[in-house]
Structures are given as structure tokens and as C-alpha cells.
């Protein structure tokens, strides 16, 4: 509007000056010569706005480039933030493995990590003290024997004695106590021979359940305590996580509502945990409570000794929150920026329920799958296009 209201004015002065300069033309030499100078006057004032608007129009300006944003598809989150913790992949049982007798370690079968079955035989220590003490045991017991059967014999002829009237009841006492005593001897070196012999069966020590070797303290030559533990059996079976509770969160963990198990192995797949066990009494050197989150349908990729990361599910309300960088203020309002599907801007008034650090919780304005400016907000305008970084 405003280049065609000048070039008008241009005209209507280009005329008046060219209309004098005809009339001066004509008092000087007359009308008959003019007449070709006034056409080409006449139909020269409307061809001039023409060819200076040709002439005088700029060329268009380039397109304005995209702004580039960083946005965030909202959804809804638990009000109270939620707790997350390091742990690890344990076994529901872990059982240290160690020989009933003491020794030498003759033989080792196994190492760090390999699976074993249940009755396979891991460790053996050297038998021969054994073999010797089970071997006087057998002879012991021998001896025993001969002599309870020398005693039911000679019980036997008294007895018939006994009945002909040739001994006394005395005499015949004594012998029915010889017979009663060697028969006792008898049993305590059956009993003897027994438990020598079992100790040497436990110069063998087998696996008591399927597993997985976690620990490994067996070397041959070394020499061993009975109870001392050799080996570490993971049984197969159930897993869980240990994880370690800060004790400022102790009373919300007990009460959650559940648990959420990621692998960092495997962060794209997520298993739903449940608590199992927590300490009575903080670890004296890291004042922390040691606990156990249970891992339903844990399947073979979760490999024991793998780190994960173990997320409280709260039980609270629901709600959006945003960064505070994604947050203006539009004519004294809080505002945000919303994208729409063709990426173009719109701004939003939103309602703060609270500001929580570095983080607005939304009380309304807002949906979950809105998508919303989080960074560069300050410099957008309604309606521009914007362009999505990743």
C-alpha cells in the first residue's frame, strides 16, 4: 500500500510537469509541430509507473531458516519422584560349600563359573588317615562280634547247666551280664566303624544342588579346616537383586507399591520385581540396609553378577512435569510453547501446581502426548515453524 501510494503521487507530479512543459512547447513553435511531442507525452505518463515499477521492485528476500528447538513429548509421572538404585543379579540361594573333615586337597574339579549338577563331585581331599581309622574300625568291630558270640555261648551251656541243677543261679547270672555286656561292645564298635567310615565318604565333596560355581577357594595342596568354605554354589532357580538402601529412604522403599528391574546389559527390557527381604540393622560401614527385590519371570539373558537398576514404583497421584527452561511468560501468565504435527508453534497458558528444583509440576493446561518446547522457548514467536532437534 504504501509503494503504490508513492508511485501515484509520482505520477500525478510527472504529469503536471509534463503538461507545462507542453504548454511552453506549444507557445514557442506552434501547435502543428507539438502534436507528435503530445502524444508521445500523453500516452508516455501512463507507461512511466509501469516501467519504474519494473525497474524500482526488489527482488524477494530468501526464506527466514528454521529455528531449531529441543522438545518433549510429556506424559504422566508419579508426583512423588521416583528412587532409583544400583544393584546386582544374585541368586536366590547362594550356598558356600566345605568339607565336614579336615585335610589336604588332593583334587580340585572345578572353576569360577562353571554350571555343575547335583551329586557331581567337586573337591576331594587325601583319604589315607581316613581309610586307616575306617580300617581299625572294621577290626574293632570284628573283635567285638567274636566276643559277643564267645558270651552267648557260653550263656547258652550255663543255662542248660542251670536247669540240671549242676550250677548256681550266681554262676549263671554272671554270664547272662558277660553275654548282655559283649553285646553292647558289640554295638558301640558298629557305631564306631559307621562314623569312621562316613568321615572318610566326606573326603568327597559333591555338589547338593544344580548351580553355578560363584566362589572358588579350592587349590590341591592346600589344607583345610572342617566348615571352612571352599567353593560358592549359585543354585539355579530363582534370581533377585541386591541392592543397598540409603537409610533416609527406608521407610518409603518398604512401603512401595512395586518394583521396576532393568539390565544395563539389556536397557530396553524391563522386569517387575517385589521386595523379599530388608535388613533389620544398617551395615556398620556404609550405614546402609541390604535388600533383596525378587524378579518375577527372570529368563535365561539375565546372567548372574550382571548390574542393573532397580526403580520404585510409587503409589501416589499422577502428574506432568516440565524443565523450568520450558516455561515463559506471556503477558504476566506462564506459558509454553506446544508443537503441532506440521512443527509449528502455539503458545499454551499453563497452571503450576509447584516448582521443585530445576522442575515445574503442571497442574492443567496439558496433556500426556502433548509435544512441548523444552529448550530455546525465549525466542519463538506464535505460529513460526521450528525445526525438531533429536
Known sequence: MRKAACLLRFNVNLAQRFVCSLTRLRERVGER????????????????????LIACDKPPAPPEPLRPVKTLRVSMEPTEAA?????????RHETPLAFRVGGKIIECQVNLGDTV???????????????????????????ARSASVLADTEL??????????FVSVAAFDQKQAAADAAH????????????????????????ENDGIITGHNCNAGQVVNAGLPVLYLAQSGEKEILVHLPEMKFSRFRSAAGFT????????????GALRELA???????????????????????????????????AGDLAIRLPLAAVVSRNGKPSVWQVDEAGIVHATPIAIAVIEGNTVRVASGLS?????????ANLLRDGEKVKLLP
Open 33 to 52: 509541430e507539438t502534436g507528435m511531442a503530445a502524444f508521445i507525452i500523453r500516452y508516455g505518463i501512463f507507461a512511466m509507473p509501469v516501467l519504474l
Open 83 to 91: 528412587l532409583s538404585l544400583p544393584g546386582e543379579v544374585r541368586a
Open 117 to 143: 549338577r547335583r551329586g557331581q563331585v567337586l573337591a576331594r581331599l587325601e583319604p589315607n588317615d581316613y581309610e586307616l581309622a575306617a580300617q581299625a574300625g572294621a577290626a574293632g568291630e570284628a573283635e
Open 156 to 165: 547258652a551251656r550255663y543255662r542248660s547247666l542251670h536247669e540240671k541243677g
Open 184 to 207: 553292647a561292645r558289640l554295638d558301640a564298635m558298629h557305631s564306631t566303624h559307621a562314623g569312621q567310615s562316613r568321615q572318610m565318604n566326606y573326603t568327597v565333596l559333591p555338589a
Open 261 to 272: 528391574v532393568r539390565l544395563n546389559a539389556l536397557p530396553d527390557k524391563n522386569y517387575q
Open 280 to 314: 533389620g540393622a544398617a551395615d556398620p560401614a556404609t550405614r546402609t540396609y541390604a535388600a533383596r527385590i525378587a524378579v518375577k519371570n527372570a529368563g535365561a539373558a539375565m546372567q548372574l553378577g550382571m548390574s542393573a537398576t532397580v526403580r520404585m514404583q510409587s
Open 368 to 376: 500426556s502426548g502433548n509435544m512441548v518446547v523444552v529448550a530455546g
